[in-house]
């Protein structure tokens, strides 16, 4: 049995096509398209359902403690009110997941992907084990949204007296917003500034209302998944069960920069062995010379020589090029290094670009 | 229940192209149910001319963002002109179904027949009403 969101009665009187994802039903685009919708993130500001995402609390005072060991950032740098991205490693410096750990109030939030949600619960629980912690679900008492775009401070300013101008880049408030208490991350997955929004659940429906109410006249539109996918992409922003799996570690996912080396962490001696050694495959930009969709699982050739693997790929609608990201070993990862995506049995010329394809356009 | 429109001066494929005789030769692109099932069209890899097409048979692909779907000629023949148009603003085919076509076949001598394995409108709607 599928399960939905809040939300759900919503985006199908909106006329959002439904679909399954990660277990959810959820919009893939409203009628507007996804084309559309994408560029209204890049130029005005869009909203998303993004329920499905797992928020676990852990609080106690053992927390940070056993935060600090479970995951690759170092929370030291954190103080009440920081966001930041980080992942979870097995022993073997393989990727759990990817997640964002907000520090609030006398408590941690861990947002999780969908997929993974029961995986990262049992891994967690079972690291806390001993530990005067405790690991709380808020998924169901929480509604997640994200309000994201160039536009997306002045619609939300105006349904709080909080100054969200103040807010920085990778911080959340805990506020009143539309009525509702409500925590405000300035975070995202689609390369614009905006808001991630954990509002309660009872009141999910009028929040989103109100919000699309706001935004009406800025341009603000309701997104789908495929824009999701499309804006993260863009931005290279990797997707658990795409860039990162089980068979993944962060460093050749790029992901270096999470991880602090100067403190322990689990998957830690793996990936300094990983690092010291270099890692046999990295993730790299592709766009493609011969115009051809290129789409996950395709071989990427050289010399009619399989290489590796696309693990995300499409035709940007910002940049209006067909690009990929795709896993190869280092000798092919240089940035102007000629490879071939496999489409439909042809070799289609591509070349190595710089990753992000589209740089974030953060609040400075 | 979504509505999609029909074209009343074609015939369509149960894969979702649609055939319009015209004046010896046998225009060929998608219905309006095909684009919309496909989402945003971003590239079609079009057939090149001169190339020899056989009713039911793969000629074409079109790639939305969501998906990469085959497009079979209706009709056979020898595909005589493609809609170049499609190159840089495949988004016509979301918006203008019947009129954003994929090529031209000169058909063979079997058309009469070929035409009349495919559906007439109210038959294609029923379809495509049977599918939902």
Same mark, same amino acid.
């Given at each position: 049995?599928?399960?939905r969101t809040?939300l /759900?009665?919503?985006?199908? %009187?909106?006329?959002? &096509?439904?679909?399954?994802?990660?277990?959810?039903?959820?919009?893939?685009?409203y009628?507007t398209g996804? @084309?559309?919708?994408?560029?209204?993130?890049?130029?005005a500001?869009?909203?998303?359902?993004?329920?499905?995402?797992g928020?676990?609390?852990i609080?106690?005072?053992d927390?940070?403690?056993?935060?600090?060991?479970?995951q690759v +950032?170092?929370?030291?740098?954190?103080?009440?009110?920081?966001a930041?991205?980080?992942?979870?490693?097995?022993?073997?410096?393989t990727?759990?997941?990817?997640?964002?750990l907000y520090?609030l109030?006398?408590?941690?939030?861990?947002i999780v992907n %969908?997929?993974?949600?029961?995986k990262d619960w049992?891994?967690?629980?079972?690291?806390?084990?001993g530990?005067?912690?405790?690991?709380?679900e808020?998924s169901?008492?929480?509604?997640?949204?994200?309000?994201q775009?160039?536009?997306?401070?002045?619609?939300l300013?105006? =349904?709080t007296? /909080?100054?969200?101008a @103040?807010?920085?880049?990778?911080?959340a408030?805990?506020?009143e917003?539309?009525?509702?208490?409500?925590?405000?991350?300035r975070t995202?997955?689609?390369?614009?500034?905006g808001?991630?929004?954990?509002?309660?659940?009872?009141?999910a429906v009028?929040?989103?209302?109100?919000l =699309?109410?706001?935004?009406k006249?800025d341009?603000?539109?309701?997104c789908?998944?495929a824009?999701?996918d499309?804006?993260?992409?863009e931005?290279?922003?990797?997707?658990?069960?795409?860039?990162?799996?089980p068979?993944?570690?962060?460093?050749e996912? &790029?992901?270096? +920069?999470?991880?602090? +080396?100067?403190?322990?962490?689990?998957?830690?001696?793996?990936l300094?062995?990983?690092? =010291?050694?270099?890692p046999?495959?990295?993730l790299?930009?592709?766009?493609?010379?011969?115009?051809?969709?290129? &789409?996950?699982?395709?071989?990427?050739a050289?010399?009619g020589?399989?290489?590796?693997?696309?693990?995300s790929?499409?035709?940007?609608? @910002?940049?209006?090029?067909f690009?990929?990201?795709? /896993?190869v070993?280092?000798a092919y990862?240089?940035?102007g290094?000629r =490879?071939d995506?496999i489409v &439909?049995g042809q070799p289609?010329a591509?070349v190595?670009?710089?990753?992000?394809?589209?740089k974030?356009?953060?609040?400075a | 229940?979504a509505?999609y429109?029909?074209?009343?001066?074609?015939k369509?494929a149960?894969?979702?192209?649609?055939a319009?005789?015209d004046?010896?030769i046998?225009?060929?692109?998608?219905?309006?149910y #095909?684009?919309?099932?496909?989402?945003?069209?971003?590239?079609?890899?079009?057939?090149?001319?001169g190339?020899t097409?056989?009713?039911?048979?793969?000629?074409?692909?079109?790639?939305?963002v969501?998906? #990469?779907?085959d497009?079979?000629?209706p009709?056979?023949g020898?595909v005589?002109?493609?809609?170049?148009?499609?190159?840089?603003?495949?988004?016509?085919?979301n918006e203008?179904?019947y009129d954003?076509?994929f090529?031209?076949?000169k058909?063979t001598?079997? $058309?009469? #027949?070929?035409?009349?394995?495919l $559906?007439a409108p109210?038959?294609?709607?029923k379809?495509?009403?049977?599918?939902e």
């Amino acid at each position: 049995m599928l399960q939905r969101t809040p939300l /759900y009665e919503t985006h199908v %009187a909106m006329g959002g &096509r439904m679909v399954e994802f990660a277990g959810y039903e959820l919009p893939v685009q409203y009628p507007t398209g996804p @084309t559309a919708e994408h560029h209204a993130v890049r130029t005005a500001a869009g909203l998303f359902d993004i329920d499905h995402m797992g928020q676990f609390e852990i609080g106690g005072p053992d927390a940070e403690i056993c935060l600090q060991q479970l995951q690759v +950032w170092d929370l030291d740098q954190m103080v009440e009110g920081d966001a930041h991205y980080s992942v979870l490693c097995y022993d073997d410096g393989t990727v759990v997941d990817d997640i964002f750990l907000y520090k609030l109030h006398s408590r941690w939030l861990m947002i999780v992907n %969908a997929s993974n949600r029961a995986k990262d619960w049992a891994w967690i629980e079972h690291h806390l084990h001993g530990y005067d912690a405790a690991l709380i679900e808020r998924s169901d008492e929480l509604a997640m949204l994200a309000l994201q775009g160039p536009k997306a401070e002045q619609i939300l300013q105006k =349904l709080t007296s /909080y100054p969200l101008a @103040t807010v920085a880049p990778r911080t959340a408030v805990e506020t009143e917003i539309g009525g509702l208490m409500v925590i405000a991350g300035r975070t995202g997955y689609t390369g614009e500034d905006g808001f991630e929004l954990y509002v309660p659940v009872e009141g999910a429906v009028a929040f989103w209302t109100l919000l =699309l109410d706001a935004g009406k006249a800025d341009g603000l539109l309701a997104c789908g998944l495929a824009a999701r996918d499309s804006l993260r992409f863009e931005a290279s922003m990797p997707l658990y069960g795409h860039e990162l799996s089980p068979q993944i570690n962060p460093l050749e996912a &790029r992901l270096g +920069w999470t991880m602090s +080396w100067n403190k322990p962490f689990i998957g830690r001696d793996a990936l300094l062995k990983v690092k =010291l050694e270099k890692p046999a495959r990295l993730l790299v930009g592709l766009e493609m010379v011969e115009k051809a969709v290129p &789409r996950e699982h395709y071989d990427v050739a050289s010399d009619g020589k399989v290489i590796g693997h696309v693990t995300s790929g499409m035709k940007s609608p @910002t940049l209006d090029k067909f690009l990929a990201m795709a /896993y190869v070993p280092p000798a092919y990862s240089a940035l102007g290094t000629r =490879l071939d995506v496999i489409v &439909r049995g042809q070799p289609k010329a591509a070349v190595v670009v710089k990753r992000p394809f589209y740089k974030p356009k953060y609040k400075a | 229940m979504a509505s999609y429109k029909l074209d009343q001066s074609v015939k369509y494929a149960k894969s979702h192209e649609w055939a319009r005789a015209d004046d010896g030769i046998v225009v060929v692109g998608i219905s309006d149910y #095909a684009q919309d099932a496909l989402s945003d069209v971003v590239y079609i890899d079009l057939p090149e001319v001169g190339d020899t097409v056989t009713a039911g048979k793969q000629v074409s692909t079109v790639e939305s963002v969501k998906a #990469a779907e085959d497009v079979n000629a209706p009709v056979s023949g020898e595909v005589v002109e493609i809609n170049t148009a499609l190159e840089d603003t495949p988004e016509i085919v979301n918006e203008r179904p019947y009129d954003a076509w994929f090529f031209k076949v000169k058909p063979t001598d079997k $058309l009469d #027949a070929e035409l009349a394995a495919l $559906l007439a409108p109210a038959d294609y709607e029923k379809f495509v009403a049977e599918l939902e």
